[in-house]
């Protein structure tokens, strides 16, 4: 529980890398082939802080997902070359939560954003139907 898995075809969509952790609820489960699996080997970093890190811009720009039968892939030796830099475990942990944080102040602005606009259509569909439906519009224009 806890792994991170990372598509090695087509790891890049619009939006950003094809990345996951797999939680209880997912078990069992079934790991296919061209996806990797990353196994924590080093009690310096932190697995919430290489999550973030594997959807950052920096990952995105360090793989090169070249082309092989029309089909934009990475291999998990590409992943493993890549130099990582860690700040320690305590910076590690900070970043996390403040990166947690953002994320939750997005995803609420998100869900405003999308309260808003099903609002604004019903404003819209309500007065177009007071506009058009109202016994004035009966009239012909062009009687």
Known sequence: MGDILVSLD?????????????????LPSL???????????????DPDYLYLWLR???????IDPGRSNGV??????????????TPSLVEQ???????RRLETIV??????????VTEAEAILTSALRDAFE??????????
């Open 107 to 116: 995803h609420r602005a998100a869900s405003a954003r999308s309260v808003l």
């Open 56 to 62: 950052s811009p920096r990952f995105v720009n360090a």
């Open 72 to 85: 934009p892939h990475i291999s998990p030796k590409d992943i493993e070359r890549l130099a990582f830099a």
């Open 10 to 26: 087509r790891p890049i969509i619009s939006t950003g890398v094809k990345v996951a952790r797999i939680r209880q609820v997912d």
């Open 93 to 99: 942990k900070a970043a996390v939560s403040r990166l």
């Open 134 to 143: 109202s016994p004035a519009s009966d009239r012909s224009a062009c009687a």
């Open 31 to 45: 790991l296919l082939q061209r996806v990797g699996r990353i196994q924590m080997r080093a009690p310096e970093l």
